[in-house]
């Protein structure tokens, strides 16, 4: 009903009232009922018919007030910063999407989360940033990356692929041009790869 009638003030009220501890009024609800009701309302703000003003708006606020109790609401916190990270990118605010994606908590003990993930979002962080220029913060994040898809058992062509772009973008920034062009040559390996286990062996011909 609240996200029908579309008052932020009201939705706004119910979240403090899920996640603030204690609550503005009334007794806490139980963190194993308030996370789960949590995670369906921070899906619903981001395919309820709001404006994309209000869904911005509501999004900042869940991501202040999920933040401030991460430890009990990681999940929550996770997908709303990607779902807001999504409508930064597409408004070109890469350094704000990267920004938002960086708080992801990827080390944490609460949530089982798989290298394939991780790899993906420092991968996707370092992306974002190399689109606004920012070399340095884009190498702590391929560094990162680096440390997951070295791994043998690693087979994610396509994180691959993006993972040495990003290590050749910034090789040819840093003017180190012998390491950019072998990057480069292994970008091209990787691709030939991904486009073989993609279309089987007749791409190999």
Partial sequence: RLFVEKEISSLTTFLHRLADDPPPSGEAVPTMISRQVLQDFVQKVFNSGLSSEQVKALGQTC?????????????????????MADILQEEEDWKGAANILSQIPLSSSQRNISDEYKAKMYVRIAMLY?????????????????????????????VKFQHQACRARIYDAKRKF????????????????????????????
């Fill in 178 to 205: 012998q390491d950019a062009a072998r990057h480069y040559y292994e970008l091209s390996q990787v691709g030939k790869a991904t486009i073989i286990a993609i279309m089987g062996d007749a791409a190999a011909t």
């Fill in 63 to 83: 991501l202040t007030i999920l933040r401030a109790r991460l430890s009990s609401f990681e999940e929550s916190f996770s997908t709303v910063s990607e779902k």
């Fill in 130 to 158: 190399l689109e606004d220029d920012d070399e340095v913060s884009a190498e702590t994040f391929v560094g990162r990356s680096h440390v997951i898809i070295g791994n043998p058992e690693f087979t994610n062509l396509e």
